[in-house]
C-alpha cells in the first residue's frame, strides 16, 4: 500500500523501472546488432518496443488509477509539475542544438568554405547545398522535373504554410477545452479535445505527404547534403514531438471520455497541453528558419 509521511508522498515499491531497464537494453542491443548486419537483430529491437510499449500503458495507467482514488497529495502534484517543466526545458535545448547546427551551416561554414575553396575549386557557398551531390533549385516548381544529382526545396507557402495554420488553430483548441475542464462543462472539454488530436493528425498526414513528395519527385532526401540533413532532422523530430503529443492527447480525451479529472484536479491534462504548446512554438521558429528564410 501507498503511504503518507506527513506531508511527503511514499510510492509503494514497483516493478516498471526495472522492465523498462530490460526493455531499453534490448532495443540498444538490437540496433548495435542491427547495425554490425546481425541477422535477427530487428526481432530484438522489436522485442524491446514491444517491451516499452507494455511499460507506457501498464505504468502510466497505474499512476492515472493511483490520482483517481485521491492517493496523490500537493506535494506530489508539485512535483509532476516540476518534473514536466524540466522535461519540456530539456526539449527546448534538444531542438536549440538543430537550429544551433541549422545556423552554423548555413551562416558560418557554407559561407566560409565557399571564400576559401578548400573543398574542391568552384565551390560555391550558397544556401541550400547538397555538397558535391549537385545544384540547388531555390523555389522551384515542385512539377519541374528534377535531373540527377540535383535537389528542389519546399516552398513555405504550400503545405508548411497549412500545416502552421493548423498546429496554431490546434493550440486555441486545446486551450478551448481547458476553459471547459475549469467550468466543468464536460462536453465543450470533450468536443474541443477531439479536434485537436484530429488536427494533430491532419498535421501527421499532411508531413507525410510532403516527405513523400520530396524523395520521390524533387530529389530532396536526407542525404542531399547539410540542407537534406538537417531539414530532415529538423522537421523529422518534431514530427516525432508531433506524434508523441498526439497520443498523448488522444489518451487523455480517452480518460476524459471516462470521467478522469476535475476542475480543481487535472495535471494529466495540463501536461499534455504544456507540451502540446511547447511543440506547436517549435514548428513556428523552424517554419520561419527552415522554410521561409
Known amino acids: 500500500m501507498s503511504d503518507q509521511h506527513g506531508s511527503y508522498y511514499l510510492p509503494e515499491p514497483t516493478k516498471w523501472p526495472t522492465i523498462t531497464s530490460a526493455g531499453i537494453f534490448l532495443l540498444a542491443l538490437g540496433f548495435i546488432l542491427f547495425m554490425n548486419e546481425f541477422s535477427g537483430a530487428h526481432w530484438l529491437m522489436l522485442l524491446g518496443v514491444a517491451i516499452l510499449i507494455f511499460v507506457l500503458i501498464g505504468w502510466f495507467g497505474e499512476v492515472a488509477s493511483e490520482s483517481e482514488r485521491g492517493l496523490y497529495d500537493s506535494q506530489v502534484d508539485m512535483s509532476f509539475r516540476m518534473g514536466m517543466g524540466w522535461f519540456i526545458t530539456s526539449e527546448v535545448f534538444?531542438?536549440?542544438?538543430f537550429f544551433g547546427a541549422l545556423f552554423y551551416s548555413r551562416v558560418l561554414a557554407v559561407p566560409w568554405l565557399g571564400e576559401t575553396e578548400i573543398l574542391w575549386p568552384g565551390f560555391e557557398g550558397v544556401w541550400p547545398t547538397a555538397g558535391p551531390a549537385g545544384e540547388a533549385h531555390i523555389g522551384a516548381d515542385p512539377t519541374t522535373e528534377v535531373g540527377a544529382g540535383q535537389f528542389a526545396t519546399i516552398g513555405a507557402w504550400g503545405i508548411?504554410?497549412?500545416n502552421t495554420v493548423i498546429l496554431l488553430t490546434s493550440s486555441v483548441t486545446v486551450t478551448i477545452a481547458h476553459w471547459g475542464l475549469?467550468?466543468?462543462n464536460r462536453f465543450k472539454l470533450n468536443l474541443w479535445l477531439a479536434i485537436t488530436v484530429l488536427l494533430g493528425c491532419l498535421f501527421l498526414y499532411f508531413q507525410a505527404y510532403e516527405y513523400a513528395h520530396a524523395y520521390q519527385e524533387l530529389g530532396l532526401t536526407l542525404g542531399t547534403g547539410v540542407y537534406g540533413?538537417?531539414?530532415?532532422?529538423?522537421t523529422g523530430f518534431h514530427g516525432l514531438h508531433v506524434t508523441v503529443g498526439t497520443?498523448?492527447?488522444?489518451?487523455?480525451?480517452l480518460r476524459c471520455l471516462k470521467g478522469h479529472f476535475t476542475k480543481d484536479n487535472h495535471f494529466g491534462f495540463e501536461a499534455a497541453a504544456w507540451y502540446w504548446h511547447f511543440v506547436d512554438t517549435v514548428w513556428v521558429g523552424l517554419f520561419i528558419f527552415v522554410y521561409v528564410l
Open 94 to 97: 534538444f531542438f536549440a542544438a
Open 160 to 162: 508548411p504554410f497549412w
Open 229 to 234: 540533413a538537417t531539414f530532415f532532422m529538423l
Open 182 to 184: 475549469k467550468e466543468g
Open 247 to 253: 497520443i498523448t492527447l488522444a489518451v487523455i480525451l
